[in-house]
């Protein structure tokens, strides 16, 4: 979740709303990386969850990430969710909770309908608190509350 972290980092330097996400193989080795980047793209599916997983599938050759994790900080949203049931991957672990659009425990639980040919492991909460502030930052200095 701390390489997470990092990328939602950069999305904030890069003025994107600051989430960031990475895939696991199941030796444990990062192979792929994303942030939110929707409006520099200018991609609407350019979410933090789908840029990692591009990643991820581009390096294995394959778009199914059988046994991989990803760490995103915030939870899901419906499109990720969709993308991370297609991808086949094994598990979720998510930072905080996302109140108005989160599809996990927030607004829904997207993973645990039964029409789903793929079911995917969730975790929630795991530093929770560093993406938070970090997004409470943005938006702060996005309404000019906090200086750059």
């Known amino acids: 979740m701390h390489r997470a972290l990092d990328q939602a980092r950069l999305a904030f330097e890069a003025g994107e709303v600051p989430v960031g996400a990475v895939v696991v193989d199941p030796q444990g ?4 990386t ?17 840029q990692a997983l591009r990643a ?3 390096r294995l050759g394959n778009y199914r990430l059988d ?21 086949r991957v094994k598990r979720v672990v998510y930072g905080a909770a996302e109140p108005k659009t989160g599809m996990v425990e927030s607004r829904a639980n997207l993973f645990a309908q039964p029409w789903h040919n793929h079911h995917v ?5 795991l ?12 938006f702060a200095e996005r309404r000019g509350e906090l200086p750059r």
């Open 56 to 58: 991820a599938a581009a």
């Open 67 to 87: 046994d991989c994790t990803l760490y995103v900080t915030l939870e899901p949203c419906m499109m990720c969710s969709g993308a991370l049931i297609h991808a």
């Open 34 to 50: 994303g942030y939110n980047a929707p409006v520099s793209t200018p991609d609407p599916t350019a979410h933090a969850e789908v």
């Open 127 to 138: 530093l929770a608190a560093h993406a938070k502030r970090l997004l409470k930052s943005f």
């Open 29 to 32: 080795d990062i192979i792929g």
């Open 121 to 125: 492991e969730v975790e929630g909460g």
